[in-house]
């Protein structure tokens, strides 16, 4: 699912290094970017529809479920290796994450009623606060706060990571899932971690089109952006459940 942006890994300065500059096609634009990101956008909330309503039709979830994950997980894997293929498949892993989104939803909407529909405001009213923030500069992406975000992104990745190999020896870190007050702090500050991440989006994205960055590059753009939403909305709807359970 590629849920972790360390500093978006998939979209940093050393990135648009090696992508360079447009030499024989059009460069990227940020209206553009805005463009594809709506387009993508519309692709995940549609298959996330579709997945939401499987139960209705009696559908199995469950390839839904894996499906979305596993397939969202290899698509990423090849962007992040094959940006020039990003147009092409950006879209797929939109889909694809879209499906399990909606499955991931339908789950927690049948412990918590009315929890998706919070998550989904409050993740957008999020992007929309940090793009004010950024826009406004009361927040810069300067490399000290890249840093810092970095470092706190691959910290919770790490620790996720060491979460999943314990819990194949039946060994469960309690605040992860439990709605305790150490759960309720750790989630919060994973949120917004999640939330700063953004701020390096919307500067990257901004500075890939100064640049003159290649056209194709607003689709990994996207792609780079949509990941972190992603993320953040999973994390939301983690913290939000802790909060139903106290």
Excluded: C
């Excluded at 290094?17 to 990227?28: L, N, P």
């Excluded at 990101?37 to 039709?57: D, K, N, Q, S, T």
């Excluded at 300067?142 to 470092?151: D, L, M, P, R, S």
């Excluded at 990571?161 to 989630?187: D, K, M, R, W, Y």
């Amino acid at each position: 699912m590629a849920l972790f942006q360390s500093n978006n890994p998939v979209f940093n300065e050393k990135v648009l290094q090696k992508v360079g500059t447009s030499q024989t096609e059009g460069a990227m634009t940020i209206k553009g970017t805005i463009n594809k990101m709506a387009f993508l956008l519309v692709l995940v909330m549609a298959a996330a529809i579709y997945a939401w309503g499987a139960p209705a039709r009696q559908q199995n979830i469950m390839p839904f479920l894996w499906g979305g994950a596993l397939g969202g997980f290899a698509l990423a894997i090849i962007i992040t290796f094959k940006k020039e293929w990003a147009q092409y498949l950006a879209p797929a892993y939109a889909l694809a994450e879209g499906l399990f989104l909606g499955v991931i939803s339908v789950l927690y909407s049948n412990l918590y009623e009315g929890i998706v529909l919070q998550a989904v405001g409050i993740t957008f009213a999020t992007f929309l606060a940090m793009l004010i923030l950024y826009r406004t500069r009361i927040i810069r992406a300067t490399e000290k706060f890249k840093a810092i975000v970095f470092t706190a992104t691959a910290g919770i990745a790490l620790f996720y990571l060491l979460a999943l190999v314990l819990s194949f020896f039946n060994i469960n870190i309690p605040f992860l899932h439990e709605g305790s007050t150490i759960g309720i702090i750790f989630s919060l500050v994973v949120v917004v971690v999640a939330a700063l991440n953004l701020i390096i989006n919307f500067d990257l994205i901004e500075t890939g089109a100064a640049q003159g960055a290649p056209k194709y590059f607003e689709w990994y753009a996207s792609f780079g952006m949509l990941v972190t939403l992603i993320w953040l909305y999973l994390e939301i709807l983690r913290l939000l459940s802790k909060l139903n359970r106290r």
